[in-house]
């Protein structure tokens, strides 16, 4: 009996400890050892993920994502970065982008939003 209690507690402890949050974290360095651009790195990930969605083309919500302006003003002011982390509610839709791509944007958003 003793054993099957054991069992028992022990599944319970894996079950529960294997839950996590919807929050997934980031990584805080700069993995590429320099400033975090637009045209650089951020530009590519928008062009890839984003203008499905967010062209002038019939825009999602009216945000537009296709200029570095765009981008800047949706990140500093708006909710994009927001967005990007929220894994309630991701953008893009489709699913969170990768921890690495997203901490790029929080090291763009440090780093002053390089052009």
């Not at 929050?23 to 993995?31: A, D, Q």
């Not at 200029?67 to 894994?87: K, P, W």
Request: aromatic share 6%; proline share 5%; charged share 15%.
């Amino acid at each position: 009996m003793s054993i099957l209690k054991n069992t028992l507690l022990f599944l319970c402890l894996l079950v529960l400890g294997s839950c996590t949050k919807a929050e997934i974290p980031l990584v805080g360095e700069n993995p590429l050892n320099r400033p975090v651009t637009y045209t650089q790195d951020i530009q590519s990930i928008i062009f890839n993920n984003c203008l499905t969605c967010h062209s002038s083309v019939n825009p999602r919500n009216g945000l537009i994502l296709e200029t570095y302006a765009q981008v800047r003003n949706s990140s500093e002011f708006g909710t994009l970065i927001a967005r990007l982390n929220d894994a309630a509610n991701p953008m893009p839709q489709s699913g969170l982008l990768t921890a690495d791509r997203r901490a790029l944007f929080d090291q763009w958003k440090s780093g002053g939003y390089l052009e």
